[in-house]
């Protein structure tokens, strides 16, 4: 039938093609069109049949699986790839991706998985000789010549400890700014475990894992067709849709990717997490501005303390990190107030957002952000309202850079490398 996913089964033992076969025979939109015994033979019948995906074999005699699937990506970049095999070592994984798969099965793998996975990379395939197909998505947010358009602001929203809130935080902030009409990116950056999509209720069909690998490649349509738009007209990136894919991203593509969305957006919010890995670190010193979610705990102000002593080691400037309480409450007994958080860490608090666990829990299970929908005017909607306009007319009026404008030198890897550096240089 002319609507069905045409699937070509590449691995060297009979029984498995077979295996897989009758997994995908009751499948409707599913049509296994041939099967193949070796790499040699895959990268043939592509170019004869042009499959719309390609179930391949990572061990197979003669050309590998990543060695076919190198060769049928540069010869029919119409086909996706998902690379099956029982090694779930991520250098397998990156090694597949790299070579142009699109996902990665561990064998054994029942039914279920093996049709979603189809189905999921099936309805990310880009439409790479169809270019008005993609003009809607290229029309919702991202501008057609952003090299007219000043540099966008980078927001990263951050907590050195877990369970802050950050998520929250950042997908209220992001679709307030979006809301207001501000060309607006939200990045999932917690990549192992992200939860951007739950709350957002958005399928990861696309992530942030597609545009690993791809620097020479990465511009506006490229991000087009991997982001994803919400029905607020916020652009998502997610995190991949399985935490091992994490291992795929690199600090480089994290660099390279938002120095490109600065390019395109007024905002890029990314949603971080709290291990202080290269990656998180490295968008950390891209950005404009931290917010730093504090809460009003003993723990949470140790926390924040030690992160503003790390800032002030990383040579951040002080106006770089935002201090915003969130979970706020009204002083009770001996509780720890709003007035003694900013006493205590001697920093000036950017906002505040009140605590409110109901909305925060039925916006969360029903996948709608708080600032929009039912609960839009709550008080704490209308604070995050409040930061989110805050924040635009701070940094949308005369932006001046963090930096002092001189090209800087390369800075050594890892937190532990680039404190010890820059202790030698005093040092010395």
Known sequence: MAGNIRVLIVDDLPETRENVRKLLQFESDIEVIGQAGTGEEAVQMAKEHQPDIILMDINMPGIDGIGASQQITESVPTVQIIIMSVQSDPNYLRRAMMAGARDFLTKPFGGDELVAAIRRVHDKRPTVSAAPARQPRQASNIPDEPMTAPE?????????????????????????????????????????????????????????????????????????????????????????????????????????????????????????????????????????????????????????????????????????????????????????????????????????????????????????????????????????????????KELMEGKTPIGNGKEEPEKPSGLFGRLFSRREKAGG
Not at 185 to 200: C, K
Not at 230 to 259: C, F, G, W, Y
Not at 351 to 375: F, K, L, Q, W, Y
Request: contains cysteine; proline residues 3%.
């Open 152 to 392: 966008g602001n980078l927001i990263a929203v951050y907590s050195p400890k877990g369970g802050a809130g950050c998520t929250t935080v950042a997908i209220n902030l992001a679709v307030s700014l979006a809301r207001r009409g501000r060309r607006t990116i939200l990045v999932d950056g917690s990549l192992q475990f992200g939860d951007v999509s739950v709350m957002l209720n958005m399928k990861a069909v696309t992530s942030i894992a597609d545009l690993s690998d791809r620097g020479n490649e990465l511009d506006q349509d490229l991000i087009s067709s991997i982001s994803q738009v919400h029905r607020s007209n916020l652009n998502v990136l997610l995190a991949p849709p399985r935490p091992e894919m994490a291992d795929v991203v690199t600090e480089e593509n994290i660099k390279q990717l938002l120095a490109t969305l600065k390019e395109s957006f007024d905002f890029i919010i990314v949603d971080t997490t709290s291990y202080l890995s290269e990656k998180t670190l490295a968008i950390l010193d891209l950005s404009d501005r931290i917010v730093l979610i504090a809460q009003q705990s003993l723990s949470s102000l140790k926390n924040v303390s030690r992160f503003f002593d790390l800032a002030e080691s990383l040579e951040y400037e002080t106006q770089k990190v935002w201090l915003l309480i969130n979970r706020a409450k009204s002083k009770q007994g001996r509780g720890i107030s709003v007035h003694d958080v900013g006493k205590a860490l001697k920093r000036p608090i950017y906002g505040t957002i009140p605590d409110d666990e109901t909305t925060v829990s039925d916006a969360s299970n029903r996948g709608v952000p708080m600032v929009m929908g039912e609960h839009q005017k709550k008080p704490i909607s209308l604070a995050f309202i409040k930061v989110a306009d805050q924040i635009a």
